[in-house]
Structure formats: C-alpha cells, structure tokens
C-alpha cells in the first residue's frame, strides 16, 4: 500500500459525459502527479500540482483539467469525453522536495467512455 | 530526461536472480536512475534509486556502473509475484514528472 489513494476505481460512462477523479497523497506530501495510461500509448503524464498550484503540464488535453484543494487532495476533471479517453488514470505524491522526490502511485480509476 | 533503453522482455526461473539491464548513456550527472514496476494494470510501484553508488534495500539492488552509462536491476531470488513490466527512468529528483518508456516485461516461470 503506497497511501496514495484513489476513487473510484472503475468509470463507465458515454461520450459527451463529464467525471471528476479524486486523489488523495500520500499524508505530508505537497506535491501530486497525473498520469494516463492507455493500451496504445503507455504511462504519460499530463499535469502536476504542488502545494495548491499548478507546476508543471505535459500532454493534457483542453478538455482536461485539475486543481489541488487546501487539503492537498487533487481532482482530475475530464468533459465532453472520446472513446479515446477510455485508458487508467493514475495519481502519485512526493514530497516534493529536492531530496526526498521519489513519486508514490495509487492504484488508479479505470475510465471506460461507451 | 535521459532517454533509457531496456529489453522488451525477458524470462526468469522462479528462485534464481532476475537481472534487468537498462543503458542510459546520456545520463547527466544530477539525473538518478529510479526504477518501478507494475504488476498487470496496478500502480507503478517504486522498488530502489540511486545517483552514483550501489544500492539495496529489501526489494531488490540496483548496480550503477562507474560511468554512469548503464545499470542493473537484481531481485535476488525472483518469486511468481515478481512477474511485472519494470521500468527504468532517469529523473533528476527534482520533482518533475517521471517518463515510462516501454519497460521490460519479465516473466518470472515456475
């Protein structure tokens, strides 16, 4: 158990719909990364978040956003949803600091869009 | 990031040691070699780092080589649950995103 959690961790939905996922990191860490894996593209990452605000972007569509609440749990929202956005999501925490950085995954949310 | 390079896949015995090679030739010098695994569609999970020297914890070793260019993974006597992709990421700590490249699958056989 790496104490990053994640909910749900299963998603049918159809195209056009909107989901919130949650994360919640490990207990001290500030820093939470988003990461998408999909059969044809592997583990990418598409945002990172540290101590409430916005770090670092990568491959995140428009449709696609997150923020991190005072609380440091983060919510990944994802709208007007393709059969392409059917893929796990992943949420890993580090303390983000320069020494102590090794990220920690959840057990992720299986996004199925029908 | 360094780009590493690993072997698509690769069988073990079950109670021997696995060792899982990866090549990261264009490692800069504040980069680490991080390595995770994931067992079927669980989180990737952290198994061992390291920057210049060897290093071991109760999971596995990880063997640097002097120039930095390449390293190995070892789990010393490979069980049927270690059977997983492992991933070899150089990451300069920093906390910056981590980039997966293919991995290795290792298939650990009874």
């Known amino acids: 158990d790496s104490g990053v959690t994640q909910t749900p961790k299963h998603l049918i939905t159809a195209t056009g719909q909107r989901v919130t996922l949650r994360c919640s990191p490990r207990?001290?860490?500030?820093?939470v990364y988003w990461y998408q894996q999909s059969l044809d593209q592997g583990l990418q990452f598409l945002i990172q978040?540290?101590?409430?605000?916005?770090?670092a972007k990568g491959n995140i569509l428009e449709r696609f956003s997150a923020q991190q609440f005072p609380d440091l749990h983060s919510e990944l929202n994802l709208s007007s949803l393709e059969l392409g956005d059917s893929a796990l999501y992943f949420c890993?925490?580090?303390?983000?600091?320069?020494?102590?950085?090794?990220?920690?995954f959840g057990p992720g949310t299986r996004l199925t869009v029908l | 990031d360094a780009k590493t390079t690993q072997p698509p896949s690769m069988d073990c015995a079950e109670g021997r040691a696995a060792n899982l090679p990866c090549n990261h030739s264009?490692?800069?010098?504040?980069?680490?070699v991080y390595w995770y695994r994931q067992i079927h569609s669980q989180g990737p999970q952290y198994i061992i780092h390291?920057?210049?020297n060897n290093e071991t914890n109760e999971m596995a070793s990880l063997i640097i080589t002097e120039d930095r260019k390449s390293s190995t993974l070892i789990l010393p006597h490979a069980t049927l649950r270690d059977t997983a992709v492992y991933y070899c990421?150089?990451?300069?700590?920093?906390?910056?995103?981590?980039?997966f490249g293919g991995g290795t699958r290792l298939m650990v056989k009874p």
């Open positions: 890993a925490s580090s303390g983000g600091t320069i020494l102590t950085d090794t990220q920690y």
């Open positions: 207990s001290g860490d500030l820093s």
């Open positions: 978040y540290y101590n409430g605000e916005e770090r």
């Open positions: 264009t490692i800069s010098g504040n980069e680490y």
């Open positions: 390291g920057l210049k």
């Open positions: 990421i150089a990451n300069n700590n920093a906390g910056n995103m981590l980039t």
